[in-house]
């Protein structure tokens, strides 16, 4: 069955990830710009990732007939150094124009610190003059829902911010209610050892909807499975979930967030 893949770091993945992937369905994927495993050692580091992900990696993609888009940014945890982190989205008007990028992300807090909520609201505000949906991620562990609050703290106050341009991305079982109540999208990351299993993720479809909502492997360098989605949509199928219920929430509901971007289309 046909899915979306909202978020994947193809960057850390082989070409046979690719395949698997084209094999299983996906059509379109999506890569936010996030932290490499290691903190880059100049700005420049950065250009380099940017050209990754707005050149290479769609070439990558179209080998496997999938369509590649990606977010820019620089990651919450380098972004608490405010210095250089401003001296990186100095760089970003210069890519935000390229065909495959849809808006700014992957911000958020990683420590919940000062320095990284300055640099996740100088980002909004990028956005918001640029007319560009964001993506947003969650911190982990005990600072997820303490970081979730500050910044749905932060958005509320941005006047002219439609919430319905926002997801906020790793929600969990504390999180969801608050995210979709402030009128935001919200993704839930299935993970084999954190953050989400597919069995968590289905009940949390079960107990709060389907409506803006979308599901992700977000596969990187880390213990993590590119296959995480369309193994969720064969636990659906197995609880008896209609095929029309699983399109909704692995390809539907993608698109429908996604389209705020005027970059976004599925024709190859
Ligand atoms: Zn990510």
Request: with cysteine.
């Amino acid at each position: 069955m046909s899915y979306i893949e909202p978020h994947a770091h193809m960057v850390s993945r082989t070409t046979d990830d690719y395949e698997k992937l084209a094999l299983a369905g996906c059509e379109a994927l999506c890569e936010p710009a996030f932290w490499a495993g290691f903190d880059r050692s100049s700005p420049q580091a950065f250009h380099d990732y940017f050209r990754q992900l707005t050149e290479v990696e769609p070439a990558r993609a179209a080998k496997f007939a999938i369509r590649h888009f990606c977010w820019l940014c620089i990651n919450p945890k380098e972004a608490d150094d405010p210095g250089f982190a401003r001296e990186v989205m100095t760089l970003l008007p210069d890519f935000l124009d390229k065909p495959n990028v849809l808006g700014i992300g992957e911000i958020g807090l990683n420590k919940n610190t000062r320095n990284e909520l300055a640099i996740f609201e100088e980002h909004v505000q990028l956005a918001l003059d640029r007319g560009l949906p964001v993506l947003i991620h969650t911190p982990h562990l005990e600072d997820k829902l303490k970081g979730t609050r500050i910044m749905l703290d932060s958005l509320a106050n941005f006047s002219g911010l439609d919430p319905s341009m926002v997801i906020i991305d790793h929600v969990e079982e504390h999180t969801v209610r608050m995210v979709l109540d402030a009128g935001h999208w919200a993704g839930m990351t299935l993970y084999p050892e954190s953050k989400c299993t597919p069995s968590r993720a289905i009940d949390i479809l079960e107990t709060e909807g389907l409506e803006r909502i979308w599901m992700n492997s977000a596969c990187d360098w880390g213990v993590s499975d590119p296959l995480a989605v369309p193994r969720c949509m064969l636990e659906m199928k197995r609880r008896g979930y209609s095929r029309e219920t699983i399109r909704k929430v692995a390809f539907d509901n993608p698109r429908d967030f996604l389209s705020a971007s005027t970059n976004f289309n599925l024709d190859i």
